[in-house]
């Protein structure tokens, strides 16, 4: 289980972080600049977990790390957008509510990373209806089923997977 929080100082898995303090509020969040592998394993696919209610953002985490995936973490659309920038091109898939915490929305954030990134999966998800979802966005209505975000994390890493 290895996952990153951006937002707050929480940490696992990683060795090589750097904080920029006061991107995303008063916490520092940590930016890893280099990928190590957790003990010695070869990495499993990263997901970006864009959500400002914590407890939903946690349980999305535990969705996808039971899916053996490693998981990334961020309270705000601004804090994701970081990530995108310094490692967009490790992302295999962005989960991101609509409403989010600071100045960009899940809608900006998942049309910058298909633009950006067209590689990373773009799942939306909002409790209202969305009326333009970006192209090549999925958009999976609240509430929905754990078993539904498993299988389309599963489907997206079929699509990443190298045979």
């Keep these: ?40 394993r070869a ?6 977990v864009v959500e400002d209610d914590q407890l ?41 509510d609509v409403n989010l915490d600071g100045d960009m929305s899940g809608l900006e954030l998942a049309s910058m990373a298909r633009e950006r990134f067209p590689h990373i999966d773009v799942i939306l998800t909002s409790g209202q209806s969305v009326e333009h979802v970006p192209d090549n966005v999925l958009f999976m209505q609240k509430p929905w089923l754990p078993l539904e975000l498993l299988r389309q994390a599963e489907m997206s890493r079929q699509r990443h997977t190298v045979h």
């Design 1 to 40: 289980m290895t996952h990153l929080v951006f937002g707050q100082t929480c940490c696992r898995g990683f060795r090589s972080l750097r904080h920029l303090p006061n991107l995303c509020g008063p916490d520092a969040l940590p930016l890893f600049m280099e990928w190590e592998a957790p003990m010695g």
């Design 43 to 48: 990495f499993k696919h990263t997901v970006l």
């Design 56 to 96: 939903q953002r946690e349980l999305v985490s535990l969705i996808f790390e039971e899916s053996d995936m490693n998981v990334i973490q961020c309270m705000s659309g601004d804090a994701a957008a970081v990530v995108l920038e310094r490692a967009g091109n490790e992302l295999m898939l962005m989960f991101t």
